[in-house]
Nanobody, 128 residues
Framework: VQLVESGGGSVRAGGSLRLSCVAS?????????IGWFRQVPDRARQGLAC??????TTIYAQSVEGRFTISSDANTIYLQMDNLKPEDTADYFC???????????????????????WGQGTQVTVFA
């Protein structure tokens, strides 16, 4: 599966951005979930949100719940980010999970090791 992120940029604290992840490839129909992650230099990649493409279940990390919303439309997965804070500054990545998971939880949906394919990332900067 090929994944291409877009929508990053610079925004003042309190503002909003919507990131997009376009998925393509013959194996896309075997993708069970799409997740959004972020990473800052010298820190581990952090899972933020996941959506099941099978049943629409959504999972959020506590740090973004209530501010970020994940959604999907055909082969595009969005991450709406509201009330952004300077600490949200990072490179943002989407990723595809091809393992079928009857029940999605934070433990099986927000960990980097659960994902098979990754995009190149889009940069988000939030200034005070």
């Amino acid at each position: 599966v090929q994944l291409v992120e877009s929508g990053g940029g610079s925004v003042r604290a309190g503002g909003s951005l919507r990131l997009s992840c376009v998925a393509s490839g013959s194996s896309f129909d075997r993708v069970d979930g799409i997740g959004w992650f972020r990473q800052v230099p010298d820190r581990a990649r952090q899972g933020l949100a996941c959506t099941s493409l099978r049943d629409g279940t959504t999972i959020y990390a506590q740090s973004v719940e209530g501010r970020f919303t994940i959604s999907s439309d055909a082969n595009t997965i969005y991450l709406q980010m509201d009330n952004l804070k300077p600490e949200d500054t990072a490179d943002y990545f989407c990723a595809a999970d091809r393992a079928r998971r009857p029940i999605r939880t934070k433990d099986n949906s927000l960990r980097v090791v659960e994902y098979d394919d990754w995009g190149q990332g889009t940069q988000v900067t939030v200034f005070a």
